[in-house]
């Protein structure tokens, strides 16, 4: 399971999802969350699948890595599918036993909100982390909200360290990985036991990764020092951020997508 988290990794490439401007990716992930969430009929969820899909193969990036995304959510997953399809009253009764009653439109709703929960992390990881670079990523998310500074948030600070968590999920991943196989070449065993046991097994784990997340964090903390890092003002830019004709093409399809789901919602396949 440790194995399937791939948030925030980066995957070099040169697509058209590659080569989007991260300013408009921001954008095109927002406007792409608002289509996700506000398709509510089967029509309307048909071209959320469809583009998601599309969004993928746009990427060039292998769908078993993709998958791989999802994985670590199969249980919330099967859990929110099963307490819909229990708990989702409808006009058409397929299957009852004493106070179990199962409808047709709790199928449905069951099988939608897997699919939405999927989409929603497929498109997020396609659009932005998959393949946008740490450094592509931290200047376009200040640029976009560059606007906030003027009510005295601070944009910069705020864009690294969303980045630097971003960029350190993998790092941690591969350490709770070396931590877990010391662990095991010392006879502990995560598997075994009742469930308090099993809680008390991760403490060896939890303990030296915490530690070792705060030894990180001082030591990139003392290399920004070190390089005298004080923050965006005043700050200069090795690559600058270019946005060409695609990124708007790409931004008006998205919005027209946005705009068909909403037309789409008053429509039913099934």
Not at 7 to 24: E, V
């Amino acid at each position: 399971m440790i194995k399937d988290i791939t948030a925030g990794q980066f995957f070099p490439g040169n697509s058209l999802l590659h080569r989007t401007d991260a300013r408009f990716k921001i954008i095109i992930l927002i406007v792409f969350l608002v289509t996700v969430l506000a398709s509510s009929s089967t029509a309307s969820f048909a071209a959320v699948l469809a583009l998601t899909a599309i969004l993928v193969a746009l990427s060039r990036i292998n769908v078993k890595i993709i998958l791989r995304s999802v994985k670590p959510l199969a249980f919330i997953l099967a859990f929110t599918a099963i307490i819909n399809l229990f708990f989702v009253k409808g006009e058409t009764l397929l299957w009852e036993w004493k106070f179990i009653h199962i409808y047709k439109e709790g199928i449905i709703n069951s099988v939608m909100l897997m699919l939405r929960l999927i989409c929603l992390v497929m498109g997020t990881s396609v659009i932005l982390t998959y393949t946008t670079s740490p450094l592509d990523m931290t200047d376009g998310l200040e640029r976009v909200l560059s606007p906030l500074r003027f009510i005295g948030v601070p944009v910069h600070d705020f864009s690294m360290i969303l980045t630097i968590a971003l960029r350190f999920i993998p790092t941690l991943v591969e350490e709770t990985e070396k931590i877990i196989s010391a662990q095991k070449s010392r006879g502990v065993s995560f598997d075994t036991g009742g469930l308090i046991k099993r809680v008390k097994a991760l403490i060896p784990i939890l303990v030296p990764l915490f530690y070792s997340a705060v030894r990180r964090a001082l030591e990139l903390a003392e290399a920004m020092e070190c390089r005298l890092y004080t923050g965006g003002k005043g700050r200069t830019r090795m690559k600058v951020l270019h946005c060409t004709a695609w990124d708007f093409i790409f931004l008006f399809l998205m919005l027209g997508v946005c705009v068909g789901v909403f037309f789409l919602n008053g429509y039913e396949i099934i």
